[in-house]
Each structure stands twice: as C-alpha cells, then as structure tokens.
C-alpha cells in the first residue's frame, strides 16, 4: 500500500471493578478494545449496558429541559465526529 493509515485511541481500564473506558462512539473500535481486552487480561469479560432510558432520548431532555444530571452541564459549543470518513 502507498498511503498507510495509522490511528490510535485512549483507553483506560480501572482495574479495580474492571471497567474500561474510551473515547469513542464508533461501533469497529470499540469492538476492537472489547475484543483485546478479552484477550489480554485473563477473566475480563464485557457485557452490554442496559439503561432505561437511551441516551439520546436523556440528552435530549436534559437540553429541552435545560436541567442536567450533576457533573453535565449542557454548553453553547459542541464538537461533532462521524465515525466514518465524512
């Protein structure tokens, strides 16, 4: 290949309860942390979280509301990132 891409991510694991933590929402990445997690760190498993409620729909209120949980704050500046190319 010509043009190689490289990446990289941040991944924390707090290794007292055993929950990892990462700064992505694309769907490839963090099955690829999940996936070496499982496979480096003997015992490791990782289940889905399951709310009540979805995140966009708590957001959502959160912002019609203009109240949010304590430690959020809903600000005047986002960033946005898709998790492809565009």
Do not use: N, Y
């Not at 700064?23 to 099955?31: D, E, I, M, N």
């Not at 979280?49 to 959160?62: E, S």
Request: proline share 7%; net charge negative; charged share 25%.
């Amino acid at each position: 290949m010509a043009f190689t891409k490289q990446d990289g991510m941040w991944v924390w694991v707090d290794l007292q309860v055993r929950v990892p933590r990462s700064w992505t929402q694309c769907p490839k990445p963090r099955h690829e942390i999940a996936t070496l997690l499982v496979e480096d760190l003997p015992g490791f498993t990782v289940a889905l979280v399951d709310t009540q409620i979805r995140p966009q729909t708590a957001m959502a209120h959160w912002l019609i509301t203009q109240k949010s949980p304590a430690g959020f704050r809903a600000d005047r500046e986002a960033e946005l990132k898709a998790c492809d190319e565009s």
